[in-house]
T-cell receptor
Framework: LAKTTQPISMDSYEGQEVNITCSHN???????ITWYQQFPSQGPRFIIQ???TKVTNEVASLFIPADRKSSTLSLPRVSLSDTAVYYC????????????FGKGTRLSVIA | NAGVTQTPKFQVLKTGQSMTLQCAQD?????MSWYRQDPGMGLRLIHY???????DQGEVPNGYNVSRSTTEDFPLRLLSAAPSQTSVYFC???????????FGEGSRLTVL
């Protein structure tokens, strides 16, 4: 299982770009990298997924270097509503592979 | 589609009692899983299933049983509840390989 390491917490002011990096040194060839967001008292929800290079959607970008041993979630111009815990998840759905979450990064956005 | 439905949302048990947390999904997802989340902590995988009739243990399986008789349902059983099992339980499912996980709203369990 690919273990992930993230910063425990981060603070940011509204309107700033936030980058959260996740380390996954033992990522396997068929593993994808997926990021989830969790608000208090709710289940996590999908933000973005990628395999290599850069992926962008309407809410975030995901940067993955060539060696794929880390990934960076980029949130442009954060607002107070982006205050949440962000999880990096590495794994493949094929076969009997469990999906194990790391400890996540608690992002606090300050006005 | 209702997505992933968990019942009950809240439950209080006494030590030694048994109960079943229900999880149902209407998306025809093969992969289903149960996580627990203690206050201020991350999610820990209890059990998971890659299809009907197939289950396997996650990180913290002790004290919990699961079964998967249908694609739609994945109940989690606590045979003899302990205070250490006080937590919020989340059920999640995904479609095939590499798909995103869809989570239920959670079941908050307190064991006295």
């Amino acid at each position: 299982l690919a273990k992930t390491t993230q910063p425990i917490s981060m603070d940011s002011y509204e309107g700033q770009e936030v980058n959260i990096t996740c380390s996954h040194n033992n990522i396997a060839t068929n593993d994808y990298i997926t990021w989830y967001q969790q608000f208090p008292s709710q289940g996590p929800r999908f933000i973005i997924q990628g395999y290599k290079t850069k992926v962008t959607n309407e809410v975030a970008s995901l940067f993955i270097p060539a060696d794929r041993k880390s990934s960076t979630l980029s949130l442009p111009r954060v607002s107070l509503s982006d205050t949440a815990v962000y999880y990096c998840l590495v794994g493949a759905g094929s076969g009997n592979t469990p999906l194990v979450f790391g400890k996540g990064t608690r992002l606090s956005v300050i006005a | 589609n209702a997505g992933v439905t968990q019942t009950p949302k809240f439950q209080v048990l006494k030590t030694g009692q048994s109960m079943t947390l229900q999880c149902a999904q209407d998306m025809n997802h093969e992969y289903m899983s149960w996580y627990r989340q203690d206050p201020g902590m991350g999610l820990r995988l209890i059990h998971y299933s890659v299809g009907a009739g197939i289950t396997d243990q996650g990180e913290v399986p002790n004290g919990y049983n699961v079964s998967r008789s249908t694609t739609e349902d994945f109940p989690l059983r606590l045979l003899s509840a302990a205070p250490s099992q006080t937590s919020v339980y989340f059920c999640a499912s995904r479609a095939g390989s590499y798909g995103e996980l869809f989570f239920g709203e959670g079941s908050r369990l307190t064991v006295l």
